[in-house]
């Protein structure tokens, strides 16, 4: 057998172009998706910190809205307003403070992606609701 024959028996090893370019795709899709998510989360924590920080900073529902208005001004975001909180009395008589909203981020064309935020302060976790509008 002669050394070319040998070299070409022998099994290659290594990742084509064709591979590499859809490996290089995948990251780049991964890459863009989690630019347009991760500022997402970052207001939602956020807004948790804010609504922490505010639930005991008043013994009026009002005075809690103006605290997490100033603290709206501090933590640079929009999606939450203290109009959308909703606020309730506890059993230990403080408030729990709850919110909900959703963000929608366009990926490309009629493509986007529908994220749903909810958070509270109420120690069993479940989430107020405001009641629903009758016509």
């Known amino acids: 057998m002669s050394k ?15 591979g590499l370019l859809m490996a290089i795709a995948l ?13 997402t989360a970052i207001e939602y924590n956020s807004i948790v910190k804010a609504i922490n920080s505010t639930k005991n900073s008043g ?6 809205e103006l605290a997490f208005e100033r ?7 929009d999606a939450v307003t ?9 059993n230990e008589g403080g408030f729990d403070l709850s919110f909900s909203y959703s963000k929608k981020i366009p990926l490309i064309g009629p493509a986007s992606i529908l994220m749903e935020y909810s958070g509270t302060t109420a120690k ?12």
């Not at 203290?82 to 506890?90: Q, T």
């Open 59 to 64: 013994t009026t529902p009002r005075e809690i």
């Open 82 to 90: 203290a109009k959308d909180l909703i606020i309730v009395k506890n």
């Open 124 to 135: 069993n976790g479940i989430v107020a609701t405001k009641p629903a509008k009758v016509d």
């Open 27 to 39: 990251v780049i899709l991964v890459a863009m998706i989690a630019m347009k998510v991760v500022p």
């Open 71 to 77: 603290q709206r001004g501090v933590g640079y975001f």
């Open 4 to 18: 070319n024959q040998h070299f070409s028996l022998q099994k290659q090893k290594g990742m084509t172009l064709i």
